[in-house]
């Protein structure tokens, strides 16, 4: 769910671990099982809400993806 409730616990909400991912890519583009290895230690979610969050991102044009690299779109 993106609009967060009083019962959700905020860090693992859609909108947030977007924007660690979008933090994350600003450096380089990088290995899908990199990039949620590194997630998974910060944020403790599971591989779907990992998914959630890029497909969130991929559809609001944020990232690209390349064979199993991903990168971000915008500057």
């Given at each position: 769910m993106?609009?967060?409730?009083?019962?959700?616990n905020l860090s693992r909400n859609t909108l947030v671990v977007g924007a660690?991912?979008?933090?994350?890519?600003k450096s380089s583009s990088i290995d899908i099982e990199e990039l949620y290895q590194q997630i998974k230690i910060r944020k403790d979610i599971s591989l779907?809400?990992?998914f959630n969050s890029l497909l969130f991102l991929w559809l609001n044009e944020l990232i690209s993806y390349d064979e199993s690299r991903i990168e971000v779109k915008i500057n």
């Open positions: 993106l609009i967060p409730t009083k019962h959700e660690d991912i979008l933090t994350h890519l779907d809400e990992f």
